[in-house]
């Protein structure tokens, strides 16, 4: 006979550890536990999901508020467990491992004699003692580890903040059972969830109207968490614990609550669009699957074991689905970019490595030590190694990385934490592992707020394993030395916790994004030049002492050198070169620096390697490249071999608009044409290029006689088509036979041509513009004010693009002197963006065309912004008002 009943409940060890501590810390009369032990779950709760709302608590004067909590709620953990005579949760593996971390991270920031440090780590000497070359200042006597001191003692405080909330966790987690910590930290991710959909449905652009993010940020992905991976793995471990807590018997929350937390979740992580966290929630739940069918025990019976799983299929199916309504294209782009620069970052690294392999470059330090070695082009920072193995062993050293890395994964391995003792448990756990497993190739640890929920999970399964029956507790009544030794060392902790979050925000809080944006605001505002170089140069001493890797500040030197500060820019140059090999704008000035002195040469080899180094200063290489020559054999120094040099030919064939120069573009488009068929660009400066010498009856290729003229025809023609081909709805073929229309006097032909074709174009208000060039050149107005009306409509985009439009109308009717309609448009351009020039070109227009009264009124507007200190425009203004009366006047 078989029944649905349950079976009976094997209590683990663990579980008879805390029943048995629970009842030997019961008081008489059934009195409940200490005010300060009820408070610490709640100062737990508070830090787990305080700071993730907090952006993470990334930054710094967040992390000082955060750590100072912990720091309490650590002490009162701690004088708790004393109290009870349970060992110190200081003694455990994990916590002394993450001591020595903090511990360890605090020598790199001591400063050493410099002497010293150059026989622990001779690249991070050498990096110090030519810190101070720009400023022809001999090497610092003193010199840390790190090469970020500041930054290092932020990571000091982080490592720190982590032990506390293990400890903390972990009394909790002795005390009450893992289930509590895990559901805070589901909680936690079920929030930050909750307010990424927020901002979302509000299009917000700011976390919580408050703040603003310094980088671009997609629409559903402004939240506390503003970077996806980031987001995808902290909700991946919350993904998982919800799991386990649904499954798990006797949860602390309703099932329906657990079931509409993890919708919600698996939908909002699924919309990050991270390629790592997609990829390894799947992987987890299969391992938990899979650990669960091998526990061999269940927590509740046939009938409750079905409905959880049904309202897990629910959960996640619903969140899918959530996912999918809420999908864009650029969220299944993201999903689909196949961009692997990591892999190119994760080697770029292992040179650094090798340099630092014992020391580490200081914990913090690797986004101004890496530029040095980075191996791809483009004007990128980054932060972080993307691996968290990596990671620790180029700030910690490889030795210190390793070990650490042993002792953490001996300390959770499942035989230690007991996961067959709660589904909750081994959820919780299989998150932490996808959570690490994602950091191989993303950096979400780095971020406190993740690491904090890591921290909390951790600590609350160790306490549940390893929580122990108190061995005795304190009698009550007047303090005596066994009830004072508790108080004393929780204070001791809590006080040393403090004074390193105060030396944190004493030296820290200057990180080295904070001196690049303060500098560069100086720079730009004129403080660097003159009289205040003196100043400016100090304070750049200063934050090289800070950051002595970075290659950013030397830059900004040499910037202020060649404003005229006196010092020549060679020197901070060639500190910016040394920490950055591949640094387009350090190329870029210095190339202008060598210009100046007429090494023009080398200022075009250096040119070549600012786009080398940096494609987004291939526009103005290309435009300092055609200024300082005008031959074909020079001009080919300052362009890249292949196809990176396409760009840059591509751009040089359309700077230039003097006669003698044209030839020379169109050499430069026909290479560009010949390293790459496919580019657009090319053959329409081709296009432009040979139109151009059709304009010029003498032109030696196109001018001349019928058939020189018909060739160069035939090849715009023959450009237009391969455009056309390349891209079907580009302007630029149409641009180009209309062009040729127009220069033929075929313009009927060229505004049909333009008028069937505007719509369907890529640039339509462009289209529209060379439709009323083409209009305005037939003999009939017919269809001129038409065209020109749809060419308003579609141009006016904002007051200042309605304006411009309004003006060049208003240009090209007094070209064709039709003053009246011209008055209509110069009468649009002032109302909607009044300045000097379209009052004067309103009233001018208005007088010829007999509208007096109209002119006399623009006048006197000027006049008035003018400050009516004008006499001949205050006389003007009386000449158009008689002329106005006239008429009434005459007989």
């Given at each position: 006979?078989?029944t649905?009943?349950p079976?009976?409940?094997?209590?683990?060890?663990?579980?008879?550890?805390?029943s048995?501590?629970?009842?030997?810390?019961?008081?008489?009369?059934?009195?409940?536990?200490?005010?300060?032990?009820?408070?610490?779950?709640?100062?737990?709760?508070?830090?787990?999901?305080?700071?993730?709302?907090?952006?993470?608590?990334?930054?710094?004067?967040?992390?000082?508020?955060v750590?100072?909590?912990v720091a309490?709620?650590?002490?009162?953990?701690l004088?708790?467990?004393?109290?009870?005579?349970?060992?110190?949760?200081?003694?455990?593996?994990?916590?002394?491992?993450?001591?020595?971390?903090?511990a360890?991270?605090?020598?790199?920031?001591?400063?050493?004699?410099?002497?010293?440090?150059?026989?622990?780590?001779?690249?991070?000497?050498?990096?110090?003692?030519?810190?101070?070359?720009?400023?022809?200042?001999?090497?610092?006597?003193?010199?840390?580890?790190?090469?970020?001191?500041?930054?290092?003692?932020v990571?000091?405080?982080?490592?720190?903040?982590?032990?506390?909330?293990?400890?903390?966790?972990?009394?909790?987690?002795a005390?009450?059972?893992?289930?509590?910590?895990?559901?805070?930290?589901?909680?936690?991710?079920?929030?930050?969830?909750?307010?990424?959909?927020?901002?979302?449905?509000?299009?917000?652009?700011?976390?919580?109207?408050?703040?603003?993010?310094?980088?671009?940020?997609?629409?559903?992905?402004?939240?506390?968490?503003?970077n996806?991976?980031?987001?995808?793995?902290?909700?991946?471990?919350?993904?998982?614990s919800?799991?386990?807590?649904?499954?798990t018997?006797?949860?602390?929350?309703?099932?329906?609550?657990?079931?509409?937390?993890?919708?919600?979740?698996?939908?909002?992580?699924?919309?990050?669009?991270?390629?790592?966290?997609?990829?390894?929630?799947p992987?987890?739940?299969?391992l938990?699957?899979?650990?669960?069918?091998?526990?061999?025990?269940?927590?509740?019976?046939?009938?409750?074991r079905?409905?959880?799983?049904?309202?897990?299929?629910?959960?996640?199916?619903?969140?899918?689905?959530?996912?999918?309504?809420?999908?864009?294209?650029r969220?299944?782009?993201?999903?689909?970019?196949?961009?692997l620069?990591?892999?190119?970052?994760?080697?770029?690294?292992?040179?650094?490595?090798?340099?630092?392999?014992?020391?580490?470059?200081?914990?913090?330090?690797?986004?101004?030590?890496?530029?040095?070695?980075?191996?791809?082009?483009?004007?990128?920072?980054?932060t972080?190694?993307?691996?968290?193995?990596?990671?620790?062993?180029?700030?910690?050293?490889?030795?210190v990385?390793?070990?650490?890395?042993?002792?953490?994964?001996?300390?959770?391995r499942?035989?230690?934490?007991?996961l067959?003792?709660?589904?909750?448990?081994?959820?919780?756990?299989?998150?932490?592992?996808?959570?690490?497993?994602?950091?191989?190739?993303?950096?979400?640890?780095?971020?406190?707020?993740?690491?904090?929920?890591l921290?909390?999970?951790?600590?609350?399964?160790w306490?549940?394993?390893?929580?122990?029956r108190?061995?005795?507790?304190?009698?009550?009544?007047?303090?005596?030395?066994?009830?004072?030794?508790?108080?004393?060392?929780?204070?001791?902790?809590?006080?040393?916790?403090?004074?390193?979050?105060?030396?944190?925000?004493?030296f820290?809080?200057?990180?080295?994004?904070?001196?690049?944006?303060?500098?560069?605001?100086?720079?730009?505002?004129?403080?660097?030049?003159?009289?205040?170089w003196?100043?400016?140069?100090?304070e750049?001493r200063?934050?090289?002492?800070?950051?002595?890797?970075?290659?950013?500040?030397?830059?900004?030197?040499?910037?202020?050198?060649?404003r005229?500060?006196?010092?020549?820019?060679i020197?901070?140059?060639q500190?910016?070169?040394?920490?950055?090999?591949?640094?387009?704008?350090?190329?870029?000035?210095?190339a202008?620096?060598l210009?100046?002195?007429?090494?023009?040469?080398?200022?075009?080899?250096?040119?070549?390697?600012?786009?080398?180094?940096?494609?987004?200063?291939?526009d103005?290489?290309?435009?300092?490249?055609?200024?300082?020559?005008?031959?074909?054999e020079?001009?080919?120094?300052?362009?890249?071999?292949?196809?990176?040099?396409?760009?840059?030919?591509?751009?040089?064939?359309?700077?230039?608009?003097?006669?003698?120069?044209?030839?020379?573009?169109?050499?430069?488009a026909?290479?560009?044409?010949?390293?790459?068929?496919?580019?657009?660009?090319?053959?329409?400066?081709?296009?432009?290029?040979?139109?151009?010498?059709?304009?010029?009856?003498?032109?030696?290729?196109?001018?001349?006689?019928?058939?020189?003229?018909?060739?160069?025809?035939?090849e715009?023609?023959?450009?237009?088509?391969?455009?056309?081909?390349?891209?079907?709805?580009?302007?630029?073929a149409?641009?180009?036979?209309?062009?040729?229309?127009?220069?033929g006097?075929?313009?009927?032909?060229?505004?049909?041509?333009?008028?069937?074709?505007?719509?369907?174009?890529?640039?339509?208000?462009?289209?529209?513009?060379?439709r009323?060039?083409?209009?305005?050149?037939?003999?009939?107005?017919?269809?001129?004010?038409?065209?020109?009306?749809?060419?308003?409509?579609?141009?006016?985009?904002?007051?200042?693009?309605?304006?411009?439009?309004?003006?060049?109308?208003?240009?090209?009717?007094?070209?064709?002197?039709?003053?009246?309609?011209?008055?209509?448009?110069?009468?649009?351009?002032a109302q909607?963006?009044?300045?000097?020039?379209?009052?004067?070109?309103?009233?001018?227009?208005a007088?010829?065309?007999?509208?007096?009264i109209?002119?006399?009124?623009?006048?006197?507007?000027?006049?008035?912004?003018?400050?009516?200190?004008?006499?001949?425009?205050?006389?003007?203004?009386?000449?158009?008002?008689?002329?106005?009366?006239?008429?009434?006047?005459?007989?």
């Amino acid at each position: 006979m078989t029944t649905d009943s349950p079976r009976p409940k094997l209590r683990s060890p663990a579980e008879l550890r805390r029943s048995m501590g629970a009842a030997a810390r019961s008081r008489p009369g059934g009195a409940a536990p200490p005010l300060a032990e009820r408070v610490i779950p709640w100062l737990l709760g508070a830090i787990v999901a305080g700071s993730v709302l907090a952006i993470g608590a990334v930054h710094t004067p967040t992390l000082a508020l955060v750590s100072a909590v912990v720091a309490i709620a650590a002490a009162l953990s701690l004088r708790a467990s004393a109290l009870a005579g349970e060992p110190s949760p200081v003694k455990t593996l994990p916590a002394l491992t993450l001591l020595g971390l903090t511990a360890y991270t605090l020598l790199q920031a001591a400063p050493l004699p410099l002497a010293w440090l150059e026989r622990l780590s001779p690249a991070s000497a050498d990096i110090w003692s030519r810190s101070l070359m720009p400023l022809g200042e001999a090497a610092p006597r003193y010199a840390s580890a790190s090469l970020d001191p500041g930054a290092t003692l932020v990571e000091a405080v982080k490592w720190l903040t982590y032990t506390g909330v293990f400890i903390t966790a972990a009394f909790v987690g002795a005390r009450r059972g893992a289930k509590l910590g895990i559901t805070l930290v589901f909680g936690s991710a079920f929030l930050a969830a909750l307010t990424t959909i927020a901002h979302g449905l509000l299009g917000a652009t700011t976390v919580f109207g408050l703040y603003q993010p310094r980088f671009s940020v997609a629409s559903w992905h402004v939240g506390p968490l503003l970077n996806p991976n980031n987001l995808a793995g902290y909700l991946n471990l919350g993904v998982l614990s919800g799991v386990g807590l649904l499954l798990t018997s006797r949860p602390l929350l309703p099932p329906w609550v657990a079931g509409v937390g993890l919708t919600t979740i698996v939908g909002v992580g699924i919309i990050a669009s991270s390629r790592g966290g997609l990829l390894v929630l799947p992987l987890g739940l299969a391992l938990f699957a899979l650990l669960s069918r091998r526990r061999g025990r269940h927590r509740s019976g046939p009938r409750g074991r079905g409905a959880a799983a049904w309202l897990l299929s629910v959960a996640i199916g619903g969140g899918a689905l959530l996912a999918a309504l809420a999908a864009t294209n650029r969220t299944l782009a993201e999903m689909a970019d196949d961009n692997l620069d990591k892999l190119s970052l994760f080697r770029s690294t292992l040179p650094l490595l090798a340099d630092h392999w014992l020391l580490g470059v200081g914990r913090g330090a690797f986004e101004t030590v890496f530029p040095a070695y980075r191996q791809s082009p483009g004007n990128i920072v980054f932060t972080h190694a993307e691996n968290v193995v990596i990671q620790w062993a180029a700030e910690w050293g490889a030795p210190v990385a390793a070990a650490s890395l042993v002792a953490l994964g001996a300390a959770f391995r499942p035989g230690k934490i007991a996961l067959r003792a709660s589904t909750a448990a081994l959820g919780a756990w299989v998150g932490c592992a996808v959570l690490v497993l994602q950091n191989l190739f993303d950096l979400g640890l780095e971020v406190p707020g993740v690491s904090i929920a890591l921290a909390t999970t951790l600590g609350s399964l160790w306490g549940e394993a390893h929580g122990e029956r108190p061995r005795h507790e304190a009698p009550a009544g007047e303090p005596g030395p066994e009830r004072r030794r508790p108080w004393q060392a929780a204070a001791c902790a809590a006080a040393s916790a403090l004074a390193l979050v105060s030396l944190m925000v004493r030296f820290g809080w200057r990180d080295v994004d904070h001196d690049r944006r303060s500098l560069r605001a100086q720079s730009d505002a004129g403080a660097a030049s003159g009289a205040g170089w003196p100043r400016f140069r100090e304070e750049l001493r200063a934050a090289i002492l800070r950051h002595p890797a970075e290659p950013y500040f030397p830059l900004l030197g040499a910037v202020a050198a060649l404003r005229g500060s006196g010092e020549s820019p060679i020197p901070w140059l060639q500190r910016t070169l040394e920490r950055s090999r591949r640094h387009g704008r350090a190329h870029l000035l210095l190339a202008e620096v060598l210009a100046s002195r007429g090494a023009k040469e080398q200022a075009l080899l250096s040119l070549r390697l600012a786009v080398e180094d940096d494609p987004g200063v291939t526009d103005t290489a290309a435009g300092l490249a055609r200024q300082w020559t005008h031959t074909w054999e020079e001009l080919q120094r300052a362009v890249p071999e292949g196809k990176a040099g396409v760009a840059v030919l591509e751009r040089m064939a359309t700077a230039g608009d003097r006669r003698e120069e044209v030839e020379l573009r169109l050499r430069c488009a026909e290479e560009a044409i010949a390293r790459d068929p496919a580019r657009v660009g090319a053959h329409w400066a081709a296009g432009d290029a040979l139109l151009a010498m059709l304009e010029v009856p003498g032109s030696a290729r196109c001018g001349g006689d019928d058939g020189r003229r018909a060739a160069c025809e035939r090849e715009i023609e023959a450009h237009a088509a391969a455009v056309q081909g390349l891209d079907d709805d580009s302007f630029f073929a149409v641009q180009l036979r209309a062009r040729l229309l127009l220069l033929g006097k075929k313009s009927a032909e060229a505004e049909q041509l333009l008028s069937g074709s505007c719509e369907r174009l890529d640039n339509r208000a462009g289209c529209l513009r060379l439709r009323v060039v083409a209009a305005a050149q037939m003999a009939s107005s017919e269809k001129l004010l038409p065209a020109l009306r749809e060419l308003l409509s579609a141009s006016c985009t904002t007051l200042a693009a309605c304006a411009a439009t309004s003006t060049w109308a208003g240009d090209l009717l007094t070209a064709r002197k039709d003053h009246p309609s011209a008055v209509t448009y110069y009468a649009r351009a002032a109302q909607d963006e009044p300045t000097e020039e379209r009052l004067l070109k309103l009233a001018d227009a208005a007088s010829r065309a007999g509208a007096h009264i109209e002119a006399s009124k623009a006048l006197e507007r000027l006049l008035q912004r003018r400050g009516g200190q004008d006499p001949a425009l205050r006389k003007r203004v009386l000449e158009e008002k008689a002329k106005a009366l006239a008429p009434s006047l005459s007989p």
